[in-house]
Antibody, heavy 120, light 107 residues
Framework: EVQLQQSGPEVGRPGSSVKISCKAS????????MNWVKQSPGQGLEWIGW????????DYAEKFKKKATLTADTSSSTAYIQLSSLTSEDTATYFC?????????????WGQGVMVTVSS | DIQMTQSPASLSASLGETVTIQCRAS??????LAWYQQKPGKSPQLLIY???SLQDGVPSRFSGSGSGTQYSLKISSMQTEDEGVYFC?????????FGSGTKLEIK
């Protein structure tokens, strides 16, 4: 059974950084690209970017290029997102999601989400 | 970026009623469309991919159709467990983009 288990809720002060993990199980971690998606309170979904765990290559949506850093540890089948220079705009739930498809892509498995609260 | 416009923003339906949700892309996405259901406090769950392919385990009352820039999700007989928010997503070009969501409630 494919599972994506994310770390617990985070509280960060303005200007600080937080790092969230997403541990994959039930499939070969390096066979699929991992994505991250942001959902602000009561809002829709925004794609942040992806990482190819096999090669470490990444791509980001323009608005997240200076905000998010994606990494992956193949030895533990875990993907990470680090959010830097936190502001109130970063208060949101962050999901990891496995990417599937060929030619057109979709997210077939999602983590449970991590709530990040930015507060002084 | 490809803009996804979803309608309606909310609707309520009676048990057994047929429900249709629309999604329009700002350019042709060649059936590169997925639909998700999200319940409160949960992560989105994939329902449909490739505009019309049903994800394993999803009830057959859900169906997707469309082409070009216009797509729709149909629930053929509304059930209580179908309450939630539905999102469309284009998977043709980066950055992947989502519709703003449709909140579906039981009448």
């Amino acid at each position: 059974e494919v599972q994506l288990q994310q770390s617990g809720p985070e509280v960060g002060r303005p200007g600080s950084s937080v790092k969230i993990s997403c541990k994959a199980s039930g499939y070969t971690f390096t066979d699929y690209v991992m994505n991250w998606v942001k959902q602000s309170p009561g809002q829709g979904l925004e794609w942040i970017g992806w990482i190819d765990p096999e090669y470490g290559s990444t791509d980001y949506a323009e608005k997240f290029k200076k905000k998010a850093t994606l990494t992956a540890d193949t030895s533990s089948s875990t993907a990470y997102i680090q959010l830097s220079s936190l502001t109130s705009e970063d208060t949101a739930t962050y999901f990891c999601a496995r990417l599937s498809g060929r030619g057109s892509y979709y997210f077939d498995y999602w983590g449970q989400g991590v709530m990040v609260t930015v507060s002084s | 970026d490809i803009q996804m416009t979803q309608s309606p923003a909310s609707l309520s339906a009676s048990l057994g009623e047929t429900v249709t949700i629309q999604c329009r892309a700002s350019e042709d996405i060649y059936s590169g469309l997925a639909w998700y259901q999200q319940k409160p406090g949960k992560s989105p769950q994939l329902l449909i991919y490739g505009a019309s392919s049903l994800q394993d385990g999803v009830p057959s009352r859900f169906s997707g159709s469309g082409s070009g820039t216009q797509y729709s999700l149909k629930i053929s007989s509304m059930q209580t467990e179908d309450e939630g928010v539905y999102f469309c997503q284009q998977g043709l070009k980066y950055p992947f983009t989502f519709g703003s969501g449709t909140k579906l409630e039981i009448k």
